[in-house]
C-alpha cells in the first residue's frame, strides 16, 4: 500500500490550502482514512477521520469549522481543506490507512504546510 500526500507549502495566516493523498495497492473504498499531523518539536496528532462511505466524520475539537476532511473513491484520494489557516497549523500532516487486524497502518511520506507571515 502507497499513499502519497502533496498540497502542503507556504501560506499566509488566515490563507488556505487543500491536501491530497493518492493511495494505492488497497481497496481504498474499503478503509477509514485519517489524517495526522506532527508539528515542530511536538508529538503526532489526530487531525480527522473518515469512514469508508465519507457518512461519518471525526474532526480533533480545536479544528472543527476551519478544517474539512473528504474522499473521492473513484479516484482513490483523501483530501483535507484547510481554511483560516493559523501559525499553530504549522506541521507536517500525515495521510494513514489502517493496516488491518494485528498490522501497523500505512502512513505517507507527509506534506510540510507552514503558516506564517
Known amino acids: 500500500v502507497q499513499l502519497v500526500e502533496s498540497g502542503g507549502g507556504l501560506v499566509q495566516p488566515g490563507g488556505s490550502l487543500r491536501l491530497s493523498c493518492v493511495v494505492s495497492?488497497?481497496?481504498?473504498?474499503?478503509?477509514?482514512m485519517s489524517w495526522y499531523r506532527r508539528p515542530p518539536g511536538k508529538q503526532r496528532d489526530l487531525v480527522a477521520t473518515?469512514?469508508?462511505?465519507?457518512?461519518?466524520?471525526y474532526y480533533a475539537d480545536s479544528l472543527k469549522g476551519r478544517f474539512t476532511i473528504s474522499r473521492d473513491n473513484a479516484r482513490n484520494t483523501l483530501y483535507l481543506q484547510m481554511n483560516n489557516l493559523k501559525p499553530e497549523d504549522t506541521a507536517v500532516y500525515y495521510c494513514?490507512?489502517?493496516?488491518?487486524?494485528?498490522?501497523?497502518?500505512?502512513w505517507g511520506q507527509g506534506t510540510q504546510v507552514t503558516v506564517s507571515s
Open positions: 494513514v490507512a489502517p493496516g488491518g487486524p494485528g498490522r501497523p497502518d500505512y
Open positions: 495497492g488497497s481497496i481504498f473504498s474499503d478503509y477509514s
Open positions: 473518515i469512514t469508508s462511505s465519507g457518512s461519518t466524520i
